[in-house]
């Protein structure tokens, strides 16, 4: 079974500290890692695609990395708009575009 | 997410009574997928489709039905809810190969 789990549930930094969230997976052949963002009464907003070990990609602050047992979404110099839960999710090999989410990491970052 | 409308985005009711959520979208994606999201438990799929008339079962479907008669349009009925039914729901398209895009949600109470 097809599995995501992310840590820590909680973070909460001040404003410029850096920091990462984990995600460790376990599936039966990886297809894509998806990372995603979700504000408060709203629905999960795409950040990332990972397809393979030693990927990268970036975007603002924001940088998502991939080894064959996690990823990483690495948060350089928050800011208080980077507040939100980060939700982490992977897709299975075989044909299914289903994904299997982790619980997220709700993020607050303080001025 | 623009191109998703989900209705209604509240809704309150007893238990015992049908309940349908409409997911409407206007991208043309092939696959739309219902998910709800619950403290501790993160996103679960209830089920999915993948094309007109096309459904399967995601990973807590019990207890609920789903028709998709066109493109555009994905309901999801509780055909008697129950209390356990509350939660908030997502609806998601998505193409193949492509990350999959999410509505804002219902929030559904069921007393």
């Known amino acids: 079974e097809d599995q995501v789990t992310q840590s820590p549930e909680a973070l909460r930094l001040q404003e410029g500290e850096s920091s990462s969230l984990n995600c460790s997976y376990t599936?039966?052949?990886?297809?894509?890692l998806f990372w995603y963002r979700q504000d408060p009464g709203k629905g999960p907003e795409f950040l990332f695609t990972?397809?393979?070990a030693g990927e990268e990609k970036e975007k603002e602050r924001l940088k998502a990395t991939l080894t064959k047992k996690e990823s990483f979404l690495h948060i350089t110099a928050p800011k208080p708009e980077d507040s939100a839960t980060y939700l982490c999710?992977?897709?299975?090999?075989?044909?299914?575009?289903?994904?299997?989410f982790g619980k997220g990491t709700k993020l607050t970052v303080n001025p | 997410d623009a191109g998703i409308t989900q209705s209604p985005r509240h809704k309150v009711t007893e238990t015992g009574t049908p309940v349908t959520l409409r997911c409407h979208q206007t991208?043309?994606?092939?696959?739309m997928y219902w998910y709800r999201q619950d403290p501790g438990h993160g996103l679960r799929l209830i089920h999915y489709?993948?094309?007109?008339?096309?459904?399967d079962k995601g990973e807590v479907s019990d207890g609920y039905s789903v028709s998709r008669s066109k493109t555009e349009d994905f309901l999801l009925t509780l055909e008697s809810a129950t209390s356990s039914q509350t939660s908030v729901y997502f609806c998601?398209?998505?193409?193949?190969?492509?990350?999959?895009?999410f509505g804002d949600g219902t929030r559904l109470s069921i007393l």
């Open positions: 990972l397809y393979s």
């Open positions: 998601a398209t998505g193409t193949a190969n492509q990350p999959q895009h």
């Open positions: 991208e043309n994606h092939r696959y």
């Open positions: 489709s993948y094309g007109v008339k096309d459904t």
């Open positions: 599936v039966s052949g990886l297809r894509g």
């Open positions: 999710a992977v897709q299975a090999k075989g044909g299914s575009e289903k994904l299997v």
